[in-house]
């Protein structure tokens, strides 16, 4: 255990040195800081800003974002990644109206039951606006924690997490956990990074294991996962005027429920009908797409139609493809779109 007054340390640093202008931390709404710690997950606080106030003015309370068409929260969110995180805000501010009377449980115990909000998340939104005494174990903090610690067991280990998961909750002070849960996430995020650690600047340096034994980069340990995946996949951009054909994904898997362009596992398979279609194709650079388990690599082509089509022979010619619907450029460009996508129909 780290010496006595750690917590002291973060609170102190916290009031004189950490952020205090984060757009959601001008006050204790639990929506509000909820909505901000499912946006930063996995995404840069300069990222989430611009996503939090578009958000928060289509959405600016529980309710609105429970009425609303799923649809309307992908456009949104679109662009911002880990598409799972928008669809699970969706249904836990519907099951938060119908079970909860449109108020959140005040407990990290009770908010950990409800869709999309793990045992860190909760305990963020309990400590910050209820003042519980609870740890959070974010990415972040867990690196914090690990190198004041000294904790070297390797975090791939579920029982190792859990081990760590008890010596933070040890941590926690009876009084300024608010302070201190976000003193925590400001070290993590300003001092003590992943690479180059400031230790200079940092207030547990006195107290911090990793730095006493000079290696603070050696902690958290977490053993290597195995070598990342690799897809490819061929993408038919469909283009009539100013409309392109839009399917929409299934529910399940990767960008589950956004709007796309058909794909298929490569260019053949879309050569063969398109030799007799109208108009003319070129295929355009590959993209190297990057999620969270493997490499994506997305070769579009491109497909322009005559503008003087019949309907029923534009109608033949879409029936051969996935189901979906023409969207203009500016419709396109305000629905739920993967971010490559949303890039391809941007740039024309």
């Known amino acids: 255990m780290p010496a006595p007054g750690f917590a002291r340390r973060v609170v102190r640093w916290q009031h004189a040195h950490g952020r205090h202008d984060l757009p959601w931390q001008q006050d204790r709404d639990p929506y509000r800081v909820w909505l901000s710690e499912v946006m930063l997950q996995q995404t840069q606080v300069a990222t989430v800003r611009g996503y939090y ?10 309710r609105s974002l429970a009425v609303a068409p799923l649809d309307d929260v992908l456009a949104l969110w679109s662009g911002l990644g880990y598409y799972s995180r928008a ?19 005040r407990s990290s115990a009770e908010l950990a039951r409800l869709p999309g909000i793990g045992r ?20 972040n903090v867990r690196r914090v924690l690990a190198r004041s610690l000294g904790f070297g067991a390797d975090l791939a280990r579920p029982a190792n997490v859990q081990a760590l998961w008890r010596e933070a909750q040890a941590l926690v002070p009876a ?6 849960t976000q003193g925590l ?33 050696a902690y958290p340990v977490k053993a290597r996962r195995g070598a990342r995946g690799r897809r490819c996949a061929a993408l038919l951009w469909l283009v009539h005027g100013d409309r392109h054909w839009l399917v929409q994904r299934p529910a399940h898997g990767v960008w ?7 794909e ?9 009908p398109l030799q007799v279609w109208p108009g003319r194709g070129e295929a355009l650079p590959p993209i190297e797409h990057a999620l969270t388990h493997f490499d994506w690599t997305l070769a579009p082509l491109r497909w322009r139609l005559p503008t003087r089509i019949g309907a029923a022979r534009l109608q033949a010619l879409t ?11 500016a419709e396109a460009l305000q629905a739920a779109l993967p971010a490559p996508v949303r890039r391809l129909l941007a740039a024309g």
């Open 256 to 262: 589950a429920g956004l709007w796309s362009l058909p």
């Open 175 to 180: 009084r300024g956990v608010a302070a201190y």
């Open 53 to 62: 106030a578009r958000f928060l003015q289509r959405f600016p309370d529980l």
């Open 319 to 329: 029936a051969q493809l996935p189901a979906g619907r023409w969207l203009s450029t």
């Open 120 to 139: 860190s998340t909760a305990a963020a939104i309990a400590a910050i606006c209820f003042g519980e005494r609870v740890s959070i174990l974010d990415g």
């Open 87 to 105: 669809r699970n805000l969706h249904r836990c501010a519907q099951q938060l109206c119908a079970q909860h009377d449109g108020r959140f449980p």
């Open 264 to 272: 298929a596992e490569s260019v053949a398979h879309w050569q063969q």
């Open 185 to 217: 996430m400001d070290l993590g995020a300003l001092v003590c990074s992943a690479r180059r650690p400031d230790c200079a600047r940092c207030p547990l340096a006195p107290v911090c294991v990793a730095h006493a034994q000079g290696r603070p980069e």
